[in-house]
């Protein structure tokens, strides 16, 4: 069961043209001994959420892992202005981060909450929500521990021991480099521990002040971060040039690993790992 620590938790298209550019940067550090990768938000390929909804159904594009089998994964939902959808439980908890626009998620009969970008809540299993999106291009992180995910009718409804977390970015308890020895020096970079399951994974919502030119140091077999807001410069192990990941790009690495990163505006970065890692 994930434990949620509250009290410091806290479109995505780009060039065709970078796809074979990403690929080749992917084979170039392998070769070299890296574990290091990145995607880019235009290799994502969506498809129905809900394909018995139809055309009402928000879109889904995976990031990594596969949410039809038995695995963990992550994905974003893509949803229209105005979406609503009707009560309906899931089979697995998920966790979510909003990633543009406005989204509400709750019981049916709750208020609207309307939540923005950098917000996180989650979804556990079995129990009665809605979600509803407001604004054009309303997008979301999401990610479940384990496969398949499904959407079931509410006559279908049943309790665990999980509760709902519905956690604005105002409310967010940000921790800079006095007050966790995750961040080294002087940085401006800063944090907010989310939530850690039982096998040690946990998320982290990370903000990237402008002009940033730092690294992130990993020492997890598991990591991966998400751009959930701007853009960044990567820079690849060997390589001088960087390369531009917007909303939705991501970057990995299975090993003990340095991730450069540049900036120009604020970002919002969201990490899932399973050790310790240093933002310098």
């Not at 969506?46 to 990594?64: C, F, H, V, Y």
């Not at 299975?254 to 970065?269: C, F, G």
Request: charged share 20%; hydrophobic share 35%; glycine share 8%.
């Amino acid at each position: 069961m994930t434990k949620i620590f509250i009290l410091i938790a806290t479109i995505c298209f780009g060039f065709p043209s970078y796809a074979y550019q990403t690929t080749q940067e992917n084979k170039r550090a392998e070769s070299e001994g890296f574990t290091n990768k990145i995607k880019l938000s235009s290799d994502i390929k969506w498809e129905k959420m809900n394909p018995a909804r139809g055309d009402q159904s928000p879109l889904a594009g995976t990031i990594w892992g596969d949410r039809k089998v038995d695995v963990a994964t992550g994905y974003i939902g893509k949803f229209k202005d105005g979406f609503s959808s009707p009560p309906h439980i899931h089979n697995v908890t998920y966790r979510a981060i909003v990633m543009n626009g406005l989204i509400h998620n709750d019981d049916p009969e709750a208020e609207k909450m309307w939540m923005p970008t950098g917000s996180f809540w989650t979804q556990p299993a079995g129990a009665s929500h809605i979600t509803a999106a407001k604004g054009k291009a309303s997008m979301a992180y999401i990610e479940i521990d384990h496969g398949p995910y499904h959407v079931k009718p509410v006559e279908e409804s049943f309790q665990n021991k999980e509760r709902p977390v519905n956690l604005d970015i105002s409310n967010v308890v940000w921790l800079d480099h006095t007050a966790t020895n995750w961040i080294s020096g002087n940085s401006l970079a800063q944090l907010s521990f989310l939530w850690k399951n039982t096998q040690d994974i946990q998320g982290i919502l990370i903000h990237l002040p402008e002009n940033y030119h730092g690294e992130i140091l990993s020492d997890g077999e598991v990591f991966t971060g998400i751009v959930i807001s701007g853009n960044i410069g990567y820079q690849m192990p060997g390589e001088k040039a960087l390369t531009q990941l917007d909303r939705g790009s991501s970057f990995s690495s299975t090993t003990r690993s340095s991730h450069k990163i540049n900036t120009t505006a604020e970002v919002l970065l969201y990490i899932r790992t399973n050790a310790k890692f240093e933002i310098r």
